[in-house]
């Protein structure tokens, strides 16, 4: 079976072409997995990959408690989606702790 003009993303069940025994074979990058692409993938649909690429992080949030144990979080964008099986995104989001040190803290009312 050839892939020409079938590349697909991901897991894509309908994504196939007559293979050899009257047996599917694949042309989703999920095949590369299951191991059965048909014998052209690699070279018909891995030569069009195309890996996800992310901007910069952007700034850490503020505290989410103004007073003891709280979180920051920040995040950053996918500029290049990932297409035709290219490496995929990486995380998009990071969270970490923080001591809130609000100067009303401690301060009886």
Do not use: I, M
């Amino acid at each position: 079976g050839s892939c020409r003009h079938r590349c697909c993303p991901g897991r894509n069940n309908a994504c196939w072409a007559p293979g050899s025994r009257r047996a599917h074979c694949y042309c989703d990058s999920y095949c590369q997995r299951t191991g059965d692409c048909c014998q052209d993938y690699h070279a018909t649909c891995r030569r069009a990959a195309v890996g996800c690429a992310v901007g910069p992080w952007g700034p850490w949030s503020g505290c989410s408690s103004p007073c003891g144990v709280g979180s920051r979080a920040r995040s950053r964008q996918v500029t290049v989606p990932p297409r035709h099986g290219g490496d995929p995104c990486p995380d998009l989001k990071q969270r970490r702790g923080c001591l809130g040190e609000h100067p009303t803290c401690g301060t009886a009312k």
